[in-house]
């Protein structure tokens, strides 16, 4: 989908503390073998935390950049992967009374670890709807600390982390533009992340451990000597889905200054990210990644804000922002960076 006045007018993070994996290992929380499995060498770690919480304050960060008063937003988009507080509460509320203060929509987005992207897109059609609305808020949060996560074993190829991350999309400019975002389904992969588990009752409403990383060694296993599915199509949804985008944005692969993608093992990124599309490992942000874990939603966009926080973008660079969730959903979007920023880099959860 091509993107007509659809600008990051504010951007904002909210990254706790890190826990490194020397430090986990010697608690006993993992073992050596995270370091080979995962890449990593910390995951975020939120304590105590709400993701809510955390969610207010990058909100208010990317609310406070983008030059907009709280009474110039229109809408508001909360994405999240687990858990928020109380069974049957609408954590969106919360981050909104905390953040702006004002009466306006809030919707909670259900997309997994492609959260964000689907909140732009759905912001970008809320805002384009009416003359009269001119900027939305997008965000994401999760604290993975619960008793029902391990954050070391709990996801193939990943170490779990926490953060939020947040952007102000406006109608009316600001230091980056969407040009181009589009979403995707691989229905055939469904059940790759329920692989051997009941669908009801519910998982936390038993008690049972989150396992994705069982499912999926359950649904290769499955194959035996055959290829699953998996191996050929999420390559070709890729190239089909980045492919599209650059092709609505104007843009080719050459155009492209960096790759922010989601956090997870060097090995995954480089077999079915960086190799189907041709690109270079090194235009993206694994060496952030590394020190965060696997966010959830906020991989992807918290690299983004890293980059042009640290001005490792430019005016007239484009960014291409990749992802990828269970269901499985593909995500990508180009965004071109049309001045500097400005920012302060705040010291605390950076």
Avoid at 251 to 276: E, G, M, Q, W
């Amino acid at each position: 989908m091509r993107l007509q006045d659809v600008h990051i007018a504010g951007a904002g993070m909210y990254l706790p503390p890190p826990l490194t994996v020397e430090e986990a290992i010697a608690s006993g929380q993992c073992d050596e073998s995270v370091r080979t499995e995962t890449s990593v060498t910390s995951v975020r770690v939120a304590g105590s935390l709400s993701a809510p919480e955390m969610a207010a304050r990058a909100a208010a960060e990317a609310l406070g950049r983008s030059g907009h008063a709280a009474d110039e937003i229109d809408a508001f988009f909360y994405a999240n992967a687990w858990h928020q507080g109380p069974d049957g509460w609408s954590p969106q509320y919360y981050v909104l009374r905390e953040a702006i203060g004002t009466d306006i929509p809030a919707f909670e987005v259900r997309q997994g670890c492609n959260g964000v992207f689907a909140g732009i897109d759905l912001a970008a059609c809320y805002l384009g709807a009416s003359d009269e609305r001119g900027a939305a808020l997008v965000a994401a949060a999760d604290n993975f600390g619960t008793p029902l996560v391990d954050r070391w074993r709990s996801a193939p190829g990943s170490a779990l982390g926490d953060a939020a991350t947040a952007l102000v999309l406006s109608k009316r400019g600001g230091f980056a533009q969407v040009l181009a975002l589009n979403l995707a389904s691989v229905t055939e992969l469904e059940e790759v992340d329920r692989f051997g588990e009941q669908l009801f009752p519910p998982a936390c409403t038993v008690g049972r451990v989150m396992d994705h990383r069982a499912r999926s060694r359950r649904y290769l296993e499955s194959f035996e000597t055959r290829m699953p599915p998996i191996v050929t199509l999420t390559p070709a949804a890729t190239v089909k889905v980045v492919e599209r985008t650059l092709a609505e944005a104007g843009v080719t692969t050459a155009d492209i200054r960096r790759v922010c993608h989601v956090n997870v093992s060097d090995s995954y990124l480089k077999r079915f990210v960086f190799a189907p599309l041709g690109l270079s490992y090194e235009t993206g942000t694994a060496g952030f990644g590394r020190g965060n874990g696997h966010m959830a939603a906020n991989d992807v966009f918290s690299s983004f804000v890293h980059l042009v926080e640290t001005g490792q973008v430019r005016p007239g660079d484009h960014v291409l922002l990749f992802g990828t969730a269970p269901g499985q959903s593909i995500a990508c979007a180009l965004v071109r960076i049309t001045a500097e920023p400005g920012w302060e880099i705040p010291a605390e959860g950076r």
